[in-house]
């Protein structure tokens, strides 16, 4: 017997759906850092001398070259700024900024979240972990940041209290902040990234739990 018509199209349609899913990711990705490429390129190349420009010469524009210059610039910032000139430099200009209202708020913002991304740290998050929240029984993810110190600890009046957060979803980077008894945190074993998917994801992403060795 022939299968139905409606089988066919039904296999189709999944056949469809499972490659758009493998597909999509890496369009957009590859459209992203296109994009970003074109971007940087648009912004750095037309400082370029013509002189130095090797699109005069062969004719043609080389996509990249505007992302080869920034990162040849921005290596070079580095090193001299890690100098004691370079230092000096740094405290002159961020002198005036603190001198200058509207520009010193964007500046330091900008500058916190550039730190926050790029440079290396130990203020990070040491794990994730479970707490209730916003009442007993109902229970959230909530990163851990810190054991409370300083007057928080002094006045709440506990020696076992963790600094966590609770993150919303799906924007992780606004939440709560909470000063919490370690016997009422449930420490996970999932790596904060994948806590951190989990909530960006509103629980559509779920790691793998990890097998006991």
Request: proline residues 7%; positive net charge; glycine residues 6%.
């Amino acid at each position: 017997m022939k299968k139905p018509p409606s089988n066919i199209f039904q296999r189709i349609r999944s056949n469809f759906l499972t490659g758009l899913v493998l597909i999509t990711p890496i369009v957009l990705t590859l459209y992203l850092l296109w994009g970003a490429v074109n971007f940087i390129d648009e912004k750095v190349i037309p400082w370029l001398p013509l002189k130095y420009n090797p699109s005069t010469y062969i004719g043609k524009d080389l996509p990249g070259l505007g992302v080869l210059i920034f990162l040849i610039f921005t290596t070079l910032v580095g090193m001299v700024t890690k100098g004691f000139f370079g230092r000096q430099l740094i405290r002159f200009w961020e002198s005036l900024v603190d001198r200058t209202p509207v520009f010193r708020s964007i500046y330091n913002a900008v500058k916190q979240i550039a730190e926050t991304v790029f440079t290396k740290s130990d203020k990070t998050f040491q794990s994730a972990c479970l707490v209730e929240y916003p009442r007993r029984g109902i229970w959230v993810i909530a990163f851990v940041s810190t054991e409370s110190k300083g007057e928080i600890k002094s006045s709440i009046r506990r020696k076992d209290l963790l600094t966590v957060f609770v993150p919303t979803t799906p924007n992780p980077t606004s939440g709560f902040l909470l000063f919490v008894p370690k016997s009422d945190v449930i420490m996970l074993k999932m790596s904060v990234e994948n806590a951190a998917k989990l909530v960006i994801s509103a629980g559509l992403v779920v790691p793998d739990h990890p097998t006991k060795k």
